[in-house]
């Protein structure tokens, strides 16, 4: 994967150095991230600040009927259904800790704190690594859409695979140290520049080993 470490390097030196701050609030990135759950970064955040400011403690939202907290986060989209799950979560925590936190979680494994989140509904791997990544700052490489794009128009991965073979080949070939930079700068490149439709190829650091930019000119 000489590429792939290629990539990083090319990256930092492109977007600068970025580094991991994990804020160890396991509940609040696990209720970031079901928010997040098909919408933008903007609703997202703009929903759990809605939320917060609606209901100052995890033991309020546990509290709440699940049509106070969807109206609370109603501008992240999918209200209901992310309510109901949120609510859900909660209350697993709750029953099988004795407490509203996840500060356990920080003493297991990468493995069994994955497994652990992964029980939840509507958590799925991307989910559960995000969460480790960005509140315990655990070694894991979550792939979200913008990477999946990116990853498979590089030609890093095979283009017909699912994100969990995505997931699978990622976490075991991106240095443990680089996971933080590399997800979080395929998410800039996607959004900035290797877009769905268009891919601004031209402003992209990238083109000296991207086999899609390969393709698109041997054809031109
Ligand atoms: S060269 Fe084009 S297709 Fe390849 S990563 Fe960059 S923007 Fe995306």
Redesign the pocket.
């Given at each position: 994967m000489d590429k792939l470490v290629w990539v990083i390097s090319r990256l930092e030196s492109h977007y600068g150095e970025v580094r991991n701050r994990p804020d160890g609030d396991i509940i609040g990135q696990l209720v970031r991230t079901i928010l997040s759950q098909n919408t933008n970064d903007t609703n997202r955040d703009r929903a759990y600040a809605s939320l917060c400011n609606r209901f100052p403690s995890w033991e309020d939202v546990l509290l709440a009927r699940p049509e106070e907290l969807a109206a609370a986060i109603r501008v992240g989209g999918l209200a209901n259904i992310k309510s109901s799950r949120i609510i859900q979560i909660l209350q697993t925590i709750q029953k099988q800790n004795g407490v509203l936190n996840l500060d356990s979680l920080s003493r297991l494994s990468t493995e069994e704190a994955t497994n652990y989140l992964l029980h939840f509904n509507g958590v799925g791997l991307k989910t559960a690594y995000c969460v480790l990544l960005f509140g315990l700052g655990l070694p894991v490489f979550p792939v979200d859409t913008h990477i999946m794009r990116?990853v498979r128009?590089?030609g890093l991965i095979p283009r017909k695979i699912s994100s969990e073979k995505a997931h699978q080949i990622l976490n075991q070939h991106v240095p443990h140290e680089k996971m933080y930079s590399l997800h979080v700068h395929l998410i800039r490149?996607g959004r900035e520049?290797?877009h769905p439709r268009s891919?601004?190829?031209d402003a992209?650091p990238?083109?000296p080993v991207?086999e899609?930019?390969k393709e698109v000119h041997e054809n031109a």
């Open positions: 990116v128009r590089l490149l520049l290797c891919p601004q190829h992209c990238l083109t991207c899609e930019y």
